[in-house]
């Protein structure tokens, strides 16, 4: 059975940092392309990271968070982070982890509301 858990959300200042986990199981992770999506109310789920296969050898962000948010991956925990800093209202969204090679695999999404 596949299984996606994401945690690490929650309620977060403006300039603050959060660290989102996803805890993966029922496939093999380390051939699976790692992303993190998110989707703000009234607008479209978006990718906001990406990290290939094979130990993580190529990432790539949305312009909205390069230089903020990093990804990166634990083979041997079969685990995916994303470590965000320097958060601005804007991040606030369900957070989504998602598993892609052939087909494809999402969580259930973690809450991360950025507010003063």
């Known amino acids: 059975q596949v299984q996606l858990v994401e945690s690490g959300g929650g309620l977060v200042q403006p300039g603050g940092s959060l660290r989102l986990s996803c805890a993966a199981s029922?496939?093999?992770?380390?051939?699976?392309?790692m992303n993190w999506y998110r989707q703000a109310p009234g607008k479209e789920r978006e990718l906001v990271a990406a990290?290939?296969?094979?130990?993580?050898?190529?990432?790539n962000y949305a312009t909205s968070v390069k230089g903020r948010f990093t990804i990166s991956r634990d083979d041997a925990k079969s685990t995916v982070y994303l470590q965000m800093n320097s958060l601005k209202s804007e991040d606030t969204a369900v957070y989504y982890c998602?598993?892609?090679?052939?087909?494809?695999?999402w969580g259930q999404g973690t809450q991360v509301t950025v507010s003063s």
């Open positions: 990290i290939t296969s094979a130990g993580g050898s190529s990432t």
């Open positions: 998602n598993a892609q090679r052939a087909k494809g695999y």
């Open positions: 029922g496939f093999i992770f380390s051939l699976y392309t």
